[in-house]
Each structure stands twice: as C-alpha cells, then as structure tokens.
C-alpha cells in the first residue's frame, strides 16, 4: 500500500488547492469531501497520514478522529483549523493527534508537518513488523529454550541458569545454542538489541 496524504474537507476550493500543494511536492494526495466518505474508504492497512478539517457539514473532524481511534487507526493526523477552533485542535492533540494548522496556513510548512507525518507513520509501521516477526521467531521456541532466553536475558551465567531450572550445564548449552540459531542471533547481547524493540 502506498503511503499518501488523506485530505477529507468539504470545501472543495480547498481540497484542489492543498491538492496540488502536496503533488507539487511529491506528496501523493487522495481528497475526500465528507468525513462519512473518508470513513467508506478507510481500512486499517491505509499508510500515510490524513489532513482533516475541524468543521464540516454532519461528521465532523474531531467525530471521524473518535471513531477511527475507536477502530485502531495509526494513521497520523494533522487537523485543519479555522481561528476559533484551536481550543478543539489542542483537545484532539491531548488524544494523539499528530498536529493542527490553522487555515489559511503557510503552504511550505503545512507541506513539511505532512512530509514528517509520513516519515512517522512509515517507522510506525516498519517497527510493527520488524515486531511481528520478532514474535514469529520467539514462538518457535520451545518452553524450556524460552525460559533459558529469559534467563541469559537477565543476565545470568549457564552455571545459574543450570540451577535455577535444575538442569545439567551442558544442557543449557545446547539450549542456548538452538536457541541463538532459531533467533539468528551470536551473543547475549545481539539477542537483547533483537528483543528490546518489542519489550
């Protein structure tokens, strides 16, 4: 799925504009009228960020960012705002919205809050998998070379982790060996650095 920016604003002067703002740009750019439109479309794979007007007829913004919250959206959001609706903007910040800009805005530095949207939502992602396949890897395990991982991980030497679990010394040695194989890992150290991201 490529990554772009989601622009949902029911002015439509506004829409061509911000628009051709961000193609100029390089920014790839999808334009939705309405809040209900945006929301047919959205699923959860959807990569990039999404531009969103504060007021609009029916759903408003802050609306479609409770709901979409609800659903589990990653999507960064940067809110469009006119002048009396900071207090509202600053409200969905408090709830995780990435930033607001109030209209009428500098274009290179609206562009610019988008570009580092992108770039957040691309690591957002990035982390995710480079997660899930940690845990696919930890799964392979068995119990007891999990709970040798456990062990080596704080820090403990084959002599305690022999004891602890009340095995031979040479058993923990081959545990660790498989179990450094199956992670793809050399050291201790490597399978922390490994683990850290998804502790």
């Given at each position: 799925?490529?990554?772009?920016?989601?622009?949902?604003?029911?002015?439509e002067?506004?829409?061509?504009?911000?628009?051709?703002?961000?193609?100029?740009?390089?920014?790839?750019?999808?334009?939705?009228?309405?809040?209900?439109?945006?929301?047919?479309?959205?699923?959860?794979?959807?990569?990039?960020?999404?531009?969103?007007?504060?007021?609009?007829?029916?759903?408003?913004?802050?609306?479609?960012?409770?709901?979409?919250?609800?659903?589990?959206?990653?999507?960064?959001?940067?809110?469009?705002?006119?002048?009396?609706d900071?207090?509202?903007?600053?409200?969905?910040?408090?709830?995780?919205?990435?930033?607001?800009?109030?209209?009428?805005?500098?274009?290179?530095?609206?562009?610019?809050?988008?570009?580092?949207?992108?770039?957040?939502?691309?690591?957002?992602?990035?982390?995710?998998?480079?997660?899930?396949?940690?845990?696919?890897?930890?799964?392979?395990?068995?119990?007891?070379?999990?709970?040798?991982?456990?062990?080596?991980?704080?820090?403990?030497?084959?002599?305690?982790?022999?004891?602890?679990?009340?095995?031979?010394?040479?058993?923990?040695?081959?545990?660790?060996?498989?179990?450094?194989?199956?992670?793809?890992?050399?050291?201790?150290?490597e399978?922390?650095?490994?683990?850290?991201?998804?502790?």
């Amino acid at each position: 799925m490529n990554a772009r920016a989601y622009l949902v604003d029911d002015d439509e002067a506004i829409r061509d504009s911000l628009g051709w703002l961000l193609e100029s740009r390089g920014v790839a750019c999808q334009s939705y009228p309405s809040a209900e439109d945006f929301l047919a479309a959205w699923e959860p794979s959807l990569a990039g960020c999404l531009l969103l007007d504060i007021r609009m007829d029916d759903m408003s913004g802050p609306e479609l960012f409770d709901i979409l919250c609800e659903r589990g959206s990653r999507l960064p959001v940067i809110f469009l705002t006119g002048h009396g609706d900071v207090p509202m903007a600053v409200s969905a910040l408090k709830k995780g919205a990435f930033d607001f800009v109030e209209k009428p805005c500098n274009d290179n530095e609206l562009v610019n809050r988008v570009i580092e949207a992108l770039k957040l939502d691309e690591n957002r992602r990035a982390a995710a998998s480079g997660a899930d396949s940690v845990n696919a890897l930890v799964s392979r395990l068995t119990t007891r070379e999990q709970q040798v991982m456990e062990l080596i991980l704080a820090g403990k030497l084959n002599k305690v982790i022999a004891d602890e679990l009340q095995i031979s010394m040479r058993t923990v040695e081959v545990h660790r060996a498989n179990l450094f194989e199956k992670m793809g890992v050399r050291t201790a150290v490597e399978l922390a650095q490994l683990l850290a991201g998804k502790r």
